[in-house]
């Protein structure tokens, strides 16, 4: 297969071209590395019998079109996003201008290149808004009713998915991902809280948990959720499907289960609750399991020691610890 995937210089692509490669795909990677970086690709990029080619270049260009078309990927994976809320906040005419006018360029350029289907990386974190806590874990057939600009493009992108698939038959998958962590993941710019975590605790930081620290999120591991974007290639065509434990976990809570492993005394500050963003919040992954034969495997203490291990040796090599 010929793939192709924009943001594949990021924590997820990048993870998700190392799975493609081992798979023995050729792959095409978009990034203009605003937040991605060609470290996160570097073995992939240094392993002579893999067919890698990089495109520096910004989703919402319309040289995207052209080049999908030249191409000619079979599976379109479209990563690449603005994928801050407090930006989108901030920000909306650039939130959407990345993540709407950015999805168009690279659907425009699926359809010419007549590629099978797009799998994108929507939002379960922010798609359905902040529904009864009786609704939890949240399923796809909940209304759709995000409350930040980013949950909005986000929809947005699903919906024209949705449009191209009636207009001119491109089959798409909306993988709907809960809290996605693991090694790659920066914990500066649009990071993850257990990016953040991990950066702070071994570099002897004081902690701040925004809110009271009771809201709740469904983190999934990095390898899991692209085992649901690679079986998204071939099945699932024509759903949103979220991609998620279906467990809550407070962010107290995991800041406790991370100082553990780090050997820190917990002892975290407290900050104010951030604009846009869900109390609560886990995803109930039944549908990928029945239409993607999917579900994670990786339970959450093992995921943050393996993204303290990564964190470690990061800032060991850049000498932050």
């Avoid at 999908?68 to 930006?87: I, K, M």
């Avoid at 529904?131 to 699903?158: C, F, H, N």
Wanted: glycine share 10%; net charge negative; hydrophobic share 40%.
């Amino acid at each position: 297969m010929r793939a192709l995937v924009t943001g594949g210089a990021g924590f997820i692509g990048s993870t998700l071209v190392d799975r493609l490669l081992a798979e023995g795909h050729a792959v095409d990677v978009i990034d203009d590395l605003s937040t991605g970086s060609l470290a996160n690709l570097a073995q992939a990029r240094s392993t002579p019998e893999h067919d890698l080619t990089f495109h520096r270049l910004d989703v919402r260009s319309p040289e995207v079109v052209d080049l999908v078309a030249r191409r000619e990927p079979e599976v379109v994976f479209h990563l690449a996003a603005q994928a801050d809320v407090r930006v989108s906040v901030a920000d909306p005419v650039f939130d959407a201008d990345v993540n709407v006018l950015g999805t168009l360029r690279v659907l425009e350029g699926a359809r010419a290149a007549a590629s099978s289907r797009v799998v994108f990386a929507a939002s379960g974190g922010t798609l359905y808004g902040e529904p009864d806590t009786s609704e939890l874990p949240l399923s796809e057939s909940l209304p759709q009713r995000p409350l930040s600009p980013y949950g909005v493009s986000k929809k947005a992108a699903i919906d024209y998915l949705v449009a191209y698939r009636e207009l001119h038959a491109l089959e798409f998958v909306a993988v709907a991902l809960a809290n996605v962590y693991g090694p790659r993941q920066d914990p500066h710019g649009e990071a993850g809280v257990v990016a953040i975590f991990a950066e702070q605790l071994l570099g002897g930081h004081q902690v701040t948990i925004y809110g009271d620290g009771e809201q709740t999120r469904d983190f999934v591991y990095v390898d899991d959720a692209v085992d649901a974007f690679v079986r998204a290639a071939t099945r699932g065509g024509g759903l949103v499907c979220n991609i998620g434990t279906g467990r809550e976990t407070s962010v107290n809570a995991l800041y406790r289960e991370m100082a553990s492993q780090a050997g820190v005394e917990p002892g975290a500050a407290y900050g104010p609750q951030r604009a846009g963003e869900v109390a609560r919040n886990c995803l109930d992954p039944s549908r990928a399991a029945i239409h993607l034969g999917w579900r994670s495997w990786t339970e959450l203490g093992s995921g943050t020691a393996a993204t303290l291990a990564y964190m470690r040796q990061r800032l060991s090599e850049t000498g932050g610890v």
